[in-house]
């Protein structure tokens, strides 16, 4: 398809844990962000990307938190020693330039986590 | 700081009546402001945006917002609401050139 993807759909985890959840963008698209979204909440971000490099990290709540996008396109989310806290659905969404003011963000559907 | 406010956590509304679903913020300098619709089980979907211009802010299916400075509001509406409307509608303003900062969200159900 032609939009954007994150896999896996359902993440369910042990507290301690290790995980990745990952991001296709619409291709040709250079910007790249995540957002987490808690229950009863609007989405919250954590960290921008323009092309390979994190533009904007300030978002990501502390050092367990981690995000890369080696080759400009497919991104990675990464969460060490995962805490129930961590339990949210993460969003994605990528943007043809970056400049929101003029561009549009496509969402995909979303990881949710569970961690136990 | 920027910030949006939702006052209502769920607006109820009969099919074929006239919907609102209110947004106000707090920005300082010229607010950039959004409304995302989502649907179950699937990502944010861009509504409209509110730039510079116009007041009344058309977008899609059917949606409009009216951005109102002196009452710092950005209302969301539709003269006739469908059942397939009902949904978690988002408000947002733009921190910066690139980030949305959400407002937590209303549950609008339309009724049949």
């Known amino acids: 398809g032609a939009g954007v993807s994150q896999t896996p759909s359902n993440k369910v985890t042990e507290k301690g844990k290790y995980v990745e959840l990952r991001c296709d963008p619409i291709?040709?698209?250079?910007?790249l962000y995540w957002y987490r979204q808690s229950l009863g909440q609007g989405p919250e971000f954590l960290i921008y990307?323009?092309?390979?490099?994190?533009?904007?990290d300030s978002g990501l709540p502390n050092d367990r938190f981690f995000a890369v996008r080696p080759e400009g396109s497919v991104s990675t989310l990464k969460i060490q020693r995962t805490e129930r806290g961590d339990s949210a659905v993460y969003l994605c969404?990528?943007?043809?330039?970056?400049?929101?003011?003029?561009?549009?963000?496509?969402f995909g559907p979303g990881t949710r986590l569970t961690v136990l | 700081a920027q910030s949006v406010a939702q006052p209502e956590d769920q607006v109820n509304v009969a099919e074929g009546n006239p919907l609102t679903v209110k947004c106000t913020y707090s920005?300082?300098?010229?607010?950039?402001l959004f409304w995302y619709v989502q649907y179950p089980n699937r990502g944010l979907q861009f509504l409209l945006k509110?730039?510079?211009?116009?007041?009344l802010v058309k977008g899609s299916y059917g949606f409009e917002a009216e951005f109102n400075k002196s009452q710092t509001s950005f209302h969301l509406k539709k003269p006739s609401a469908l059942v397939s409307d009902s949904a978690l509608y988002f408000c947002?303003?733009?921190?910066?050139?690139?980030?949305?900062?959400f407002g937590r969200g209303t549950s609008l159900i339309v009724h049949p």
């Open positions: 969404a990528s943007s043809f330039w970056g400049d929101t003011s003029t561009d549009t963000q496509y």
């Open positions: 291709s040709g698209h250079t910007a």
């Open positions: 990307f323009q092309g390979t490099g994190a533009a904007d």
């Open positions: 920005v300082s300098g010229n607010p950039y």
């Open positions: 509110y730039i510079t211009g116009d007041n």
């Open positions: 947002a303003v733009l921190r910066g050139s690139y980030i949305p900062t």
